[in-house]
């Protein structure tokens, strides 16, 4: 059964930094690839970055609103993928999600749509005070 497990979100202060884990089990990073996305109170849920499997190859994708900031990495003996978030602004709170689908690659045409992807994790909260 796929199970993806946020965790790492909290409290920051503008400016600051935090790190976001999605674990993942049921499933490998060889032959799935991992967005990660956020949605605020009253807002559409937004993709932040796509990272492929560890059979693809690329760059991994950001939105220009995170690039720069956010950086999305794994951890293949963890089976966990990671977002590091950067100089962090009150508009990043949000709650943040990752999710998964099967196949090496992000989608070039849609990675941020979360109509891409079969699977979500529970999500973490993550509050940026000013």
């Known amino acids: 059964q796929v199970q993806l497990v946020e965790s790492g979100g909290g409290l920051v202060q503008s400016g600051g930094s935090r790190r976001l884990s999605c674990a993942a089990s049921?499933?490998?990073?060889?032959?799935?690839?991992i967005g990660w996305f956020r949605q605020a109170p009253g807002k559409l849920r937004e993709g932040l970055s796509c990272?492929?499997?560890?059979?693809?190859?690329?760059?991994?994708y950001y939105a220009d609103s995170v690039k720069g900031r956010f950086t999305i990495s794994r951890d293949v003996a963890k089976n966990t993928v990671y977002l590091q978030m950067n100089s962090l602004k009150p508009e990043d709170t949000a709650v943040y999600y990752c999710?998964?689908?099967?196949?090496?690659?992000?989608?070039?045409?849609?990675?941020?749509?979360?109509?891409?992807?079969?699977?979500w994790g529970q999500g973490t909260q993550v509050t940026v005070s000013s």
């Open positions: 999710a998964t689908s099967a196949g090496y690659y992000c989608s070039g045409y849609g990675w941020w749509a979360p109509s891409e992807y079969d699977h």
């Open positions: 049921g499933f490998t990073l060889d032959y799935h690839h």
């Open positions: 990272i492929s499997s560890t059979s693809g190859y690329g760059d991994p």
